[in-house]
């Protein structure tokens, strides 16, 4: 049974940071590209970032190229997102999920619950 697991969410203020993490069990971590999207309130699911197994690809959206980081450590089968500058637009329920890499929900098999990331003005 596959499980990807978020956390590290919270509630902060803006320009502050914080990292997510996403442990995975359940399957070859190693295989599959991850990602991170975020749903706000009222509005559908959107890409954040993703990596590829090997962690030479990534991708960024554009409201958060230069101010988040993805990253993956393939030997404790988790993925991070480490969040600088945040913003309240910012906000919103974070998940991961684990499949092909790219800006598409369609592309990933595995989502995990998600994490609420709160930021205040």
């Known amino acids: 049974q596959v499980q990807l697991v978020e956390s590290g969410g919270g509630l902060v203020q803006a320009g502050a940071s914080l990292r997510l993490s996403c442990a995975a069990s359940g399957l070859t971590f190693s295989r599959y590209a991850m990602g991170w999207f975020r749903q706000a309130p009222g509005k559908e699911r959107e890409f954040v970032a993703s990596?590829?197994?090997?962690?030479?690809?990534?991708y960024y959206a554009e409201t958060v190229k230069g101010r988040f980081t993805i990253s993956r450590d393939n030997a404790k089968r988790t993925v991070y997102l480490q969040m600088n500058s945040l913003k309240p637009e910012d906000t919103g329920v974070y998940y991961c999920a684990a499949g092909s890499i790219g800006d598409r929900p369609e592309n990933y098999d595995y989502w995990g619950q998600g994490t609420q990331v709160t930021v205040s003005s």
């Open positions: 990596i590829s197994w090997s962690t030479v690809t990534t």
